[in-house]
């Protein structure tokens, strides 16, 4: 049996998408600053033909759970209670104006919900070229830890500061395909892109920030970037799909984190990736259409999978080991 593709006709889908990188944001660096940063950046991508940019994960403020406060409530100045606001409504609309769309990522401080309790998320919403929201996605695998540990060099308290969200992965249909986000520590799991996957997502925008030391096992820092690569890479490949991960970059704070902010293609292959750690653009066809090579042959869910024996994946969470007698 010979398999042929719409390629083979000639008929693509393509979105030309940016990875906008950013460099270190200071926590004295106002929002207006860092907005001011994102408006060079998409008006570099516009200049290049760019129909979505990608900004990564806490894009308006420092990297803020490195530090902990022992009142949460102290911290609200890091989240952001509506969206578009003041500080980022110049983003919204240039984006309009030069019919872009855009991916962003930041705190989020939510209304009260019916209890009276507001909830803190780490969260991305997609933006389409009309300025309009067409998805928002709350981070659902939380690092690093919830209370404060003084002996490390620096804290990762994000487990502290953002609840995960129960929402899951959802996808929308958006930039003529369908489009899913996650939020860094995401893309180290492959049941985020599973999931995704299976919703037959085309393109997932991903933005991290992820320090080069691991404090709770050091000989990992020199495998930074490999296990950026890695996870990625073999998200796309095993779910048919483009993955583009957008990193914040460099010393921030004192703190270096990873660049090789990456475009990746359905096969696997990484298209383009930043050469530095500071505000960089980076940009690529990506070609929708080429996701059906991989989900409609080696990848065919409905004809390869095995969900009968995969009961484990979702009734169980730690590792049961066989009993040793
Ligand atoms: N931001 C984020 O999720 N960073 C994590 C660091 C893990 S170490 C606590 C990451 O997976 O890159």
């Not at 990297?63 to 110049?90: C, K, L, Q, V």
Request: aromatic share 10%; charged share 25%; proline share 6%.
């Amino acid at each position: 049996m010979s398999t042929h593709f719409t390629h083979d006709i000639g008929v693509q889908r393509i979105v030309n998408v940016g990875a906008a990188q950013l460099g270190p944001i200071n926590r004295d660096h106002s929002r207006s600053d860092v907005v001011e940063r994102l408006l060079v950046l998409l008006r570099r991508a516009s200049e290049r033909g760019v129909e979505l940019v990608v900004f990564p994960e806490l894009a308006l403020t420092t990297f803020f759970p490195r530090w902990f406060i022992s009142n949460i409530g102290e911290s609200d100045h890091w989240y952001e209670t509506a969206m578009p606001n003041e500080a980022t409504r110049p983003l919204f609309d240039e984006a309009r104006r030069l019919g872009i769309g855009f991916c962003l990522g930041y705190a989020e401080l939510t209304e009260p919900d019916r209890s009276g309790a507001r909830h803190r998320y780490n969260t991305q919403i997609l933006v389409e070229r009309d300025g309009s929201i067409v998805g928002k996605y709350r981070k659902v695998h939380i690092p690093g830890h919830e209370t404060n540990e003084p002996d490390r060099p620096f804290q990762h308290a994000e487990r502290y500061y953002f609840e995960p969200s129960p929402e899951g992965f959802p996808v929308w249909r958006a930039f003529g395909g369908i489009v899913g986000m996650m939020i860094c520590n995401d893309r180290r799991w492959p049941e985020s892109y599973r999931e995704m996957g299976l919703q037959g997502v085309e393109m997932i925008l991903c933005g991290y920030n992820t320090p080069i030391h691991y404090v709770p096992d050091p000989s990992q820092d020199i495998l930074q970037g490999f296990h950026n690569s890695l996870v990625m890479q073999a998200g796309a490949y095993q779910n048919g799909t483009w993955v583009i991960g957008v990193a914040k970059g460099g010393v921030e704070e004192g703190v270096d984190s990873l660049g090789q902010s990456s475009i990746v293609a359905p096969s696997g292959q990484i298209v383009a990736q930043t050469i530095t750690t500071g505000d960089e653009l980076i940009s690529a066809d990506c070609d929708l259409e080429w996701c059906r090579r991989y989900k409609e042959t080696l990848f065919d869910f409905d004809r390869y999978r095995r969900p009968e024996v995969y009961t484990r994946l979702t009734s169980q969470r730690g590792v049961i080991e066989p009993p040793r007698s």
